[in-house]
C-alpha cells in the first residue's frame, strides 16, 4: 500500500465533475486524475500541461505476519508522508495524453523494540493515456493507460526493477449531475522478498455536482495479489470534494479508511491540479 498511495492515489475522479457555468465553460471543465483511485476518462487536450500535486498522511497498524509473508512478523505502527505527489499531464493530441509521475515519501515505522525512518523517492511511474471511445446511450467513455515504473527510486521505496501494466477505465454520465466510473487494471509487483507477481485492482467510484464549481464522490476499491505467498485481497472506501477556484485551478480534500486487515487502516490528504494552456 505504501507503494501504490504514492502512485495509484494520484488518480482521481474530479473529470467527472461538470460544471454549468458557461464562463467556466469556455475551455471545458478542468479533468483532474486526482483525488481519488479511479483515473478519468478523458484526457487533457492538446498542447495543454496540467500539473497535479497534494499531500497523503497513511497510518497502518501492524499485526504481526498479516500480509501473507511479505511483511516480517511483529506488531507496531507504520506513518507515512507523501509529498507533493507529482503528476504531469502533456497533452500530444486529441484523445492522447503522456503522463509522469513520482512522489518524494518519509516513512516511520515503530515496533516494540525498533523505530525506523526511511525517506526518499517511489520508482519513476510513466504512462500514456488513450481515450477509445466516448459515451454513447448506455455504452461508456474508454480509456486505456499502458504504464510502467522505472526503477529510480529510493532503496527503501524502489521495486528495483521494471513493473509495467494496463489501466483499462469506463465512464457513464448518468445525468447532468450523477456520474458513475470505474477501473481494472493489473501491474507487475515485487515482494519484499524480489519475487515478482501480478497485482490486479478494481474500482467503482459515483461522483455528484454540487453547484457550478464543486463535486463530491464516493469510492470502492481493492487489490488483489497473486503473490507467491498465496493470494491477498486488500479493500479500501474513500470520498471528498473537489472545488474550482479558478477556470484553470482545483482544489481536493478526500479521506479513506481499509475495509479489512491486510489493508492501510487510515489515510487522508489534499491537493491540486494547475491547466496550463
Known amino acids: 500500500m505504501r507503494e501504490r498511495l504514492g502512485i495509484v492515489l494520484v488518480g482521481g475522479f474530479g473529470g467527472l465533475f461538470l460544471a454549468a457555468d458557461a464562463g467556466y465553460a469556455q ?3 478542468l479533468v483532474a486524475d486526482r483525488p481519488d483511485f479511479t483515473e478519468a476518462a478523458e484526457t487533457v487536450g492538446p498542447g495543454v500541461i496540467q500539473v497535479e500535486f497534494g499531500y497523503t498522511l497513511a497510518y497502518d497498524e501492524l499485526r504481526g505476519d498479516r500480509d501473507g509473508g511479505d511483511r516480517d512478523g511483529g506488531d507496531g505502527t507504520v506513518w507515512t508522508h507523501f509529498f507533493g505527489e507529482p503528476l504531469l499531464r502533456v497533452g500530444v493530441a486529441h484523445g492522447l495524453e ?12 515503530r515496533t516494540d523494540d525498533l523505530r525506523v525512518d526511511d525517506s526518499g523517492t517511489e ?10 471511445a466516448r459515451q454513447v446511450g448506455r455504452r461508456p467513455a474508454i480509456a486505456v493507460i499502458p504504464q510502467m515504473t522505472l526503477p529510480t527510486g529510493s532503496e527503501a521505496f524502489s521495486r528495483n526493477r521494471l513493473s509495467p501494466g494496463v489501466n483499462l477505465i469506463y465512464a457513464w454520465d448518468l445525468t447532468e449531475e450523477v456520474s458513475l466510473a470505474g477501473s481494472t487494471q493489473v501491474n507487475r509487483a515485487v515482494t519484499a522478498r524480489g519475487e515478482g507477481y501480478a497485482e490486479w485492482a478494481q474500482s467503482l467510484v459515483t461522483g ?5 464549481r464543486t463535486g463530491v464522490y464516493a469510492e470502492w476499491y481493492a487489490f488483489f495479489h497473486a503473490a507467491p505467498q498465496g493470494t491477498r485481497t486488500e479493500h479500501y472506501a474513500n470520498g471528498g470534494f473537489t472545488w474550482s477556484v479558478a477556470d ?5 480534500i478526500r479521506l479513506g479508511a481499509g ?3 491486510a489493508a492501510t487502516d487510515f489515510f487522508a490528504g489534499t491537493g491540486f ?3 496550463i494552456p
Open 259 to 261: 475495509l479489512n486487515e
Open 273 to 275: 491540479a494547475l491547466r
Open 208 to 212: 455528484l455536482v454540487v453547484g457550478a
Open 27 to 29: 475551455r471545458g471543465p
Open 248 to 252: 484553470d485551478i482545483q482544489w481536493d
Open 123 to 132: 520508482d519513476l511511474d510513466l504512462g500514456i493515456k488513450l481515450v477509445l
Open 98 to 109: 503522456l503522463r509522469f509521475a513520482a512522489s518524494p515519501v518519509s516513512q516511520r515505522t
